[in-house]
């Protein structure tokens, strides 16, 4: 079945460094994937759309500036948290849908940020 | 803005017993939902999921069964096992596009 591959699982930076999380989409071609945060005990929020070869798309509150998206290719969207601080910390999810319209929304399996 | 929610955080069942998870949602052009299921420290897994025009869908162990009428969600597991332990959301899908809007999440425990 369609696999999203995110990376990496956890991560701890010190605050005011940026962290880069990867997306990938292993065997079909996304051009849309998706953000997600979520804290503890919460729902999944989601941040962003990314879209291939364009501009993300991103949910109202979500700084733009503070999450960078990219998604150069067909199977790779990237969200790099910059300067990161403690209220940063949170479970980050990516999704993706294999082929076209409804169903088979697949997720990756998170990345645990922690700042410090 | 809409919005798509559970009636109970928590449900605590016995080993084998029957459990059912409800979900209420707000927007009436909803026309695609689905339920996952999370375990800790991992991403949503699917479950199943159910188009506006049914009402029931069974899969193994699981059905869901949609009542536009009161937009009204629920995910029946039958004979449920320590396994199936995790937090579920129901998740929908307007008519506006493809994004999915989850649900709070309700978190089922099982007791041996």
């Known amino acids: 079945g369609a696999v999203v591959s995110q990376h990496p699982s956890w991560v701890i930076c010190k605050s005011g460094t940026s962290v880069k999380i990867e997306c990938r989409s292993l065997?079909?071609?996304?051009?849309?994937m998706f953000w997600y945060r979520q804290f503890p005990k919460q729902s999944l929020m989601l941040m962003a759309t990314?879209?291939?070869?364009?501009?993300?798309?991103?949910e109202q509150g979500v700084e733009k500036d503070k999450f960078l998206i990219n998604h150069a290719s067909l199977t790779l969207s990237t969200l790099t948290v910059t300067s990161a601080h403690p209220e940063d910390s949170s479970f980050y999810i990516c999704?993706?849908?294999?082929?076209?319209?409804?169903?088979?929304?697949?997720f990756g399996s998170g990345t645990r940020l922690t700042v410090v | 803005g809409e919005s798509v929610g559970l009636h109970l955080p928590t449900l605590s069942v016995q080993e084998g017993d029957n459990s059912i998870i409800n979900c209420a949602y707000s927007?009436?052009?909803?026309?695609?939902f689905i339920w996952y299921k999370q375990e800790s420290g991992k991403g949503p897994q699917f479950i199943i999921d159910?188009?506006?025009?049914?009402d029931k869908r069974q899969g193994q162990r699981v059905t869901v069964l949609l009542n536009k009428t009161v937009k009204h969600l629920s995910l029946q597991i039958a004979a449920t096992q320590p396994g199936d332990s995790a937090v579920y959301f129901c998740?929908?899908?307007?008519?506006?596009?493809?994004?999915?809007?989850f649900g709070g999440g309700t978190r089922l425990m099982v007791k041996p």
């Open positions: 927007n009436s052009a909803s026309d695609y």
């Open positions: 990314s879209n291939e070869g364009s501009k993300a798309t991103y």
């Open positions: 065997d079909f071609q996304a051009t849309t």
């Open positions: 159910i188009r506006s025009n049914m």
């Open positions: 999704s993706a849908i294999p082929g076209q319209g409804f169903g088979g929304y697949t």
């Open positions: 998740a929908e899908i307007g008519n506006a596009g493809n994004m999915l809007t």
